[in-house]
Every structure is written in C-alpha cells, then in structure tokens.
C-alpha cells in the first residue's frame, strides 16, 4: 500500500466515527424536538451535514486511491447513511489498513512479490 493510499483511507477512518456520532445525535435532537420544548435540529442538522459531506468527499478519494471495485466502494456508501454504520466502516477500514501494511512490509521484505 503506498503512502497516498494510506493517507486517503486514514482520513475516511479519521470522519467515519464523528459523522456516526452526529448522525445518531441528530436522530436524538429529532425525537427530544417532538417530545419537549428542546429544539437542537437545526445545529446538529448543519454540522452532521458538513461532516457528511466531507465524509463522501474523503469516500471518493479512498475509492480512487485504493482502487476499490464498485461493489466495496457502494458498501462504504451505504455504512454513511446508516446511523450507526460509521462504526463498522472505521473498523473495516482499520483491518484494510493493518492488512495493506503487513503486506507492503511483506513485500519490502522480499517475503512475497509484487
């Protein structure tokens, strides 16, 4: 894995946990709007649509560095508009990381080819 690869799933890492957060933050502000006088919505409404938007972004940038196949690049998508899915996608995206590593370790070691 080289470096630009790396750097481009860590930043999809880096968002997806945050933009789960502010997801599940929002669906919170929604039910406490209908429920009480608390009316967070439209602040959690602006910041968990920036981070979503950086997120697809960051999803665009992985995709084309990691060439990714469309059926791995859509399974990231639709873990962004889960509400908890950020979560799973930090954790895959830290095995394909780890495992990128070992690799390129394995390589530079002339322990398998290129």
Not at 22 to 28: G, M, N
Not at 29 to 48: E, I, Q, W, Y
Not at 88 to 99: G, T
Request: glycine letters at 6%.
């Amino acid at each position: 894995m080289d470096l630009k690869t790396a750097s481009a799933l860590r930043r999809l890492r880096l968002v997806s946990a945050p933009e789960a957060v502010s997801f599940l933050l929002l669906i919170l502000c929604s039910v406490l709007k209908r429920t009480t006088d608390f009316n967070a919505v439209p602040v959690m409404g602006a910041v968990h649509g920036i981070l979503f938007i950086i997120y697809v972004l960051f999803w665009i940038d992985a995709w084309v560095s990691a060439k990714w196949q469309r059926k791995t690049a859509a399974l990231y998508f639709v873990l962004s508009v889960l509400p908890t899915g950020g979560f799973f996608a930090d954790r895959m995206l830290r095995r394909e990381s780890e495992a990128g590593v070992i690799a390129a370790r394995a390589r530079k070691e002339g322990v398998i080819s290129a």
